[in-house]
């Protein structure tokens, strides 16, 4: 290591005597210049441990190549996958992808949309908050910033959206359960974080009355997004109450209904298909964690392949684009049925 202390990219030019030019060109690609000059920079960056600060390029570019990535609850794992999957595309692609959760807080999500506005970034993906967003401070920020939102719409908001379509997700369920057993009652919280729940109880309802069948809705209570807790005490109230109008139940999504499976195993219920079970239980999203549940999760899959790699799509023309299109656009993928040993 040597000796100097480098500060920026004009000192580390001038200490191997190779104009700045070249350096910065190396940086943006190394195999853009000679080998020869490669090796001479290469070997200079190890003498003097100097590292470029990538945001500063950035800035200093009229396009950066950071991409902002925007989701509401990184430890939910449904984020977690679709971003894993997101991030590599964008490294792919050569840009420099940042990550930020929001934490179900509004002002948080107020917080980072601000902070992004100072990278520079070249487009954003945002998954919203949705019902609890400040729609004004976002329509705001996605008429500075070329922006797509996926998995949660805001109407009229971003250059496009990408997402499931939640009508199908739901449709499938209830369609299986009914010509498979008994028709499901839709568990669900009183106040969802997830902004698709509404839209999943309504497709819920509209399947239900299309069927001839009455839609039976049950609200768990409870906040926030520790969903399997959640669930997990509202079906055991539930069945202390011993109100259940059906032996299936339908959740609105798979982390409420791994709380419903603790709370049946606990009580001493017998979840599955064969007909000395007492229960059948069935979810929606195909969470990560869904096929090592015991018994395994009956579900309904998002397509995370397609919603990702079609966000980061739209992203890349929307920046090819000048970061405007001409009209906004929603894409919706259809889903998945998944047969497992609950339901």
Request: proline share 5%; charged share 25%.
């Amino acid at each position: 290591m040597g000796e100097r202390k480098i500060r920026n990219m004009e000192e580390f030019a001038g200490a191997i005597g190779i104009s700045r030019p070249t350096v910065s060109k190396y940086f943006n690609d190394p195999a853009s210049v000679r080998a020869t000059t490669r090796a001479r920079i290469e070997e200079a960056l190890e003498q003097f441990d100097y590292r470029p600060n990538v945001y500063a390029i950035n800035q200093n570019r009229q396009l950066t190549k950071n991409i902002g990535i925007v989701v509401p609850y990184l430890a939910d794992p449904f984020f977690a996958e679709i971003v894993r999957r997101i991030e590599r595309r964008c490294i792919d692609a050569g840009y420099s992808p940042t990550l930020f959760s929001s934490h179900g807080e509004q002002a948080l999500e107020n917080q980072i949309l601000d902070g992004l506005r100072s990278l520079k970034p070249a487009g954003v993906l945002l998954a919203a908050l949705g019902r609890a967003s400040d729609k004004k401070e976002i329509e705001k920020f996605c008429r500075d910033v070329p922006t797509i939102l996926f998995d949660s719409n805001l109407d009229g908001i971003g250059e496009a959206f990408v997402g499931s379509d939640n009508f199908s997700f739901v449709s499938q369920s209830v369609d299986y359960l009914t010509r498979s057993g008994e028709p499901p009652i839709f568990v669900e919280m009183a106040t969802p974080a997830n902004p698709n729940a509404r839209k999943r109880r309504t497709a819920y309802v509209t399947k239900m009355e299309g069927l001839g069948l009455e839609p039976h809705i049950v609200q768990l209570p409870g906040e926030g997004w520790a969903f399997e807790e959640i669930g997990y005490q509202g079906t055991m109230k539930l069945l202390k109450d011993g109100n259940l109008p059906t032996n299936t139940i339908l959740c609105s999504n798979d982390r409420l209904a791994i709380g419903v499976l603790s709370a049946c195993y606990e009580s001493g219920l017998k979840v599955g298909q064969d007909p000395s079970c007492d229960l059948r239980v069935a979810g929606h999203d195909d969470h990560p964690f869904a096929r090592y549940t015991c018994p395994s999760l009956t579900t309904v899959a998002h397509d995370y392949d397609s919603v990702s790699n079609r966000s980061v799509e739209l992203l890349f023309e929307l920046i090819n684009n000048g970061g405007r299109f001409e009209q906004r656009s929603e894409v919706l993928f259809a889903s998945r049925l998944i047969l497992r040993g609950s339901a």
